[in-house]
């Protein structure tokens, strides 16, 4: 089994940024792909950005694409998502998700495809 844990959120103005860290334990997930999802109150949860595990390749949404970057630290079982000029559309609970994958290429935007989530952190962006 995987853990995740998410941290970083908070409450900011537009045009500021945040960055936000998922510490895995459990297992090390140097072999698994990592994405971010988040939800917004009366949405449905949407796909943010996904990394495969060996970081060689990634993959964002087109509203956060320019702005937002992922990386990882697979020495410290970290994800992180970097969220630059963040805008109010962005305010939601954002999730990090993992799921085992060797694959160098392939990335799912798809909540279902991944098995190990976290409880998230709440990112509000004033404007």
């Known amino acids: 089994q995987v853990q995740l844990v998410e941290s970083g959120g908070g409450l900011v103005q537009a045009g500021a940024s945040l960055r936000l860290s998922c510490a895995a334990s459990?297992?090390?997930?140097?072999?698994?792909?990592m994405g971010w999802f988040r939800q917004a109150p009366g949405k449905e949860r949407e796909f943010v950005a996904a990394?495969?595990?060996?970081?060689?390749?990634?993959y964002f949404a087109d509203s956060v694409k320019g702005r937002f970057t992922i990386s990882r630290d697979n020495a410290k079982n970290t994800v992180y998502l970097q969220m630059n000029s963040l805008i109010p559309e962005d305010t939601a609970v954002y999730y990090c998700?993992?799921?085992?994958?060797?694959?160098?290429?392939?990335?799912?935007?798809?909540?279902?495809?991944?098995?190990?989530w976290g409880q998230g952190t709440q990112v509000t962006v004033s404007s």
């Open positions: 459990g297992r090390t997930v140097s072999s698994y792909a």
């Open positions: 990394m495969t595990w060996s970081g060689g390749r990634t």
């Open positions: 998700a993992a799921t085992r994958s060797a694959s160098s290429w392939h990335l799912s935007a798809v909540p279902g495809s991944y098995p190990y």
